[in-house]
Nanobody, 116 residues
């Protein structure tokens, strides 16, 4: 059974850093495209970063230059390094793994709160 489990969220002051991790099980991880989304109550879920099997990262404009997505296929993990965090980055961050459109899995999310 496929499962994604995020970790690493928490409370951080503006300008601080966090690294999120997403551990996958039950899937052939190296075949999947991997995504980080974020969700704020009352707003549409937002794609933050993605890294496909070509290992080329892509970012939303709002986080470009501050966030770094990476994958470790040997460990079945995807990471999101977040630097210079701002209050507007406060959200639940969710990991997503997709193989085409028929095999799509989500984690439960991890809360990131940026506040002084």
């Amino acid at each position: 059974q496929a499962q994604l489990v995020e970790s690493g969220g928490g409370l951080v002051q503006p300008g601080g850093s966090l690294t999120l991790s997403c551990a996958a099980s039950g899937i052939t991880f190296s075949l999947y495209s991997l995504y980080w989304y974020r969700q704020v109550p009352g707003k549409q879920r937002e794609l933050v970063a993605r890294i496909q099997t070509d290992n080329v990262p892509r970012y939303a404009d709002a986080v470009k230059g501050r966030f770094t997505i990476s994958r470790d296929d040997a460990k079945n993990k995807v990471y999101l390094q977040m630097n210079n965090l701002q209050p507007e980055d406060t959200a639940v961050y969710l990991c997503n793994a997709a193989l085409g459109t028929s095999l799509v899995y989500w984690g439960q999310g991890t809360q990131v709160t940026v506040s002084s």
